[in-house]
C-alpha cells in the first residue's frame, strides 16, 4: 500500500524559510514522478515542483523557481521542499503526490497523480 506523509510545516514570517518532507513507502519509485502542489482556501488545487525520482528532471512553477528548490533521497525514500523567501500568498496546505503512469514528463495536473499524502499546512505572516 503506497503512503505519502508530508510534515514540515508550520507557522513563519514573512522572509522566513521551512523545509517540507514527503516519507514515501509502499512501493519502488524509480521511475515515478513526484510533486508538490498547494491549495489555498477557496482556490484550486496547484502544482508548485515536480522532480522525476530516478533522471533528477525538475520542474518548477514561476512563484517556486528559485525560492523552493525540490530535492529527493533515494537511501530515506523521501522527497524534500525546501521553501525560502516565503510570503503570504505562500499560505495554504501543500500536498506530496506521486505520478506512477508518467510518461517521463513532468506533469502541473493534480489528476495525473495517483496517489496523494494528507497535508501539511504553511502560514505565513506579514
Known amino acids: 500500500q503506497v503512503q505519502l506523509v508530508e510534515s514540515g510545516g508550520g507557522l513563519v514570517q514573512a522572509g522566513g524559510s521551512l523545509r517540507l518532507s514527503c516519507a514515501a513507502s509502499?512501493?519502488?519509485?524509480?521511475?515515478?514522478?513526484m510533486g508538490w502542489f498547494r491549495q489555498a482556501p477557496g482556490k484550486e488545487r496547484e502544482f508548485v515542483a515536480g522532480i522525476r525520482w530516478g533522471g533528477l528532471a525538475r520542474y518548477y512553477t514561476d512563484s517556486a523557481k528559485g525560492r523552493f528548490p525540490i530535492s529527493r533521497d533515494a537511501a530515506k525514500n523521501t522527497v524534500s521542499l525546501q521553501m525560502n523567501s516565503l510570503k503570504p500568498e505562500d499560505t495554504a496546505v501543500y500536498y506530496c503526490?506521486?505520478?506512477?503512469?508518467?510518461?517521463?514528463?513532468?506533469?502541473?495536473?493534480?489528476?495525473?497523480?495517483?496517489?496523494w499524502g494528507q497535508g501539511t499546512q504553511v502560514t505565513v505572516s506579514s
Open positions: 509502499g512501493r519502488t519509485f524509480t521511475r515515478d514522478v
Open positions: 503526490a506521486a505520478d506512477v503512469h508518467n510518461s517521463g514528463r513532468i506533469s502541473i495536473q493534480p489528476t495525473d497523480y495517483d496517489y
